[in-house]
Nanobody, 123 residues
């Protein structure tokens, strides 16, 4: 069982920045893809960004140009740099790991492991 631990959430004002981190408990054998998802109250969980062990990444259109997903050299930590934050970015942010390919990476159903979540509030 891969354990994922997120950190870095908090409260910021409109236009501010936050950096989320997700540390995985083991190597990339069972997690070829890492994703950041978010869920606001009353809404479905949605994909924010994904990154593969090879380095390719993808973003939801709502965060393109503002958020950047990255990973460390050891590929045990994934980051989400969030700039120009807006109130609509307010949500619980979750780190996920699995091996979905292509369009399957959009759905939370295709990830096997999840972190506990970290709250991001923008006012």
């Amino acid at each position: 069982h891969v354990q994922l631990v997120e950190s870095g959430g908090g409260s910021v004002q409109f236009g501010g920045s936050l950096r989320l981190s997700c540390v995985a408990s083991e190597g990339t054998g069972r997690r070829k893809c890492m994703g950041w998802f978010r869920q606001a109250p009353g809404k479905e969980r949605e994909r924010v960004a994904t990154i593969y062990v090879g380095g390719s990444s993808a973003y939801d259109v709502s965060v393109t140009g503002r958020f950047t997903i990255s990973q460390d050299i050891a590929k045990t930590t994934v980051y989400l740099q969030m700039n120009s934050l807006k109130p609509e970015d307010t949500a619980m942010y979750y780190c996920a790991a699995g091996a979905p390919r292509f369009a399957a990476a959009l759905s939370p159903k295709n990830y096997n492991f999840w972190g506990q979540g970290t709250q991001v509030t923008v006012s």
